[in-house]
T-cell receptor, first 111, second 114 residues
Framework: DAKTTQPNSMESNEEEPVHLPCNHS???????IHWYRQLPSQGPEYVIH???SNVNNRMASLAIAEDRKSSTLILHRATLRDAAVYYC????????????FGKGTLLTVNP | NAGVTQTPKFQVLKTGQSMTLQCAQD?????MSWYRQDPGMGLRLIHY???????DQGEVPNGYNVSRSTTEDFPLRLLSAAPSQTSVYFC?????????????FGDGTRLSIL
């Protein structure tokens, strides 16, 4: 399985942008880059995903390096509700369609 | 819209008892799956289904059974509960089993086995 590497923890201040990095140097051509987050005592929540191009949605932006070996999840203005564990996961289809959750990045947002 | 609904939210069992964790989705999703999450660990896949009548094993299937008689429902059965099955269980669904399809999770069932 292709693996991802994320920092164990990051800290941000409220209303400031947050850039969460992820390295995936062994990514294959069919792997999509997915981001999920998990708030305390809740199930994982889908944030965003992409294949090659940068993506934006109402929650966040995803910046993908040209060689696809790294990506960055961008929260444009962090709020206290964004404090969670963020998981960067590679996902391909068919028999390999399986979310493998690592330890993720624990994001702390300071008021 | 309800999304993925799991019941019950909490359950305490005695060793050897059986029970069924319920999962239902109202999004007409083809793919459904069950994960367990233990303290300090990531989620691990138990069983999954790619459509009604089709199920398969994930990473940690021992001690669990599943069936998929309808598109909407994917119950997880513990046949004879053991303390090692104390965990938080999450059900997830997606439109199809392609890499560009995200999975949507329920709020989980917190299960304690004494």
């Amino acid at each position: 399985d292709a693996k991802t590497t994320q920092p164990n923890s990051m800290e941000s201040n409220e209303e400031e942008p947050v850039h969460l990095p992820c390295n995936h140097s062994t990514i294959s051509g069919t792997d999509y880059i997915h981001w999920y987050r998990q708030l305390p005592s809740q199930g994982p929540e889908y944030v965003i995903h992409g294949l090659t191009s940068n993506v934006n949605n109402r929650m966040a932006s995803l910046a993908i390096a040209e060689d696809r070996k790294s990506s960055t999840l961008i929260l444009h203005r962090a709020t206290l509700r964004d404090a969670a564990v963020y998981y960067c996961i590679l996902l391909s289809g068919g028999s390999n369609y399986k979310l493998t959750f690592g330890k993720g990045t624990l994001l702390t947002v300071n008021p | 819209n309800a999304g993925v609904t799991q019941t019950p939210k909490f359950q305490v069992l005695k060793t050897g008892q059986s029970m069924t964790l319920q999962c239902a989705q109202d999004m007409n999703h083809e793919y459904m799956s069950w994960y367990r999450q233990d303290p300090g660990m990531g989620l691990r896949l138990i069983h999954y289904s790619v459509g009604a009548g089709i199920t398969d094993q994930g990473e940690v299937p021992n001690g669990y059974n599943v069936s998929r008689s309808t598109t909407e429902d994917f119950p997880l059965r513990l046949l004879s509960a053991a303390p090692s099955q104390t965990s938080v269980y999450f059900c997830a669904s997606s439109y199809s089993r392609t890499g560009g399809q995200p999975q949507h999770f329920g709020d989980g069932t917190r299960l304690s086995i004494l």
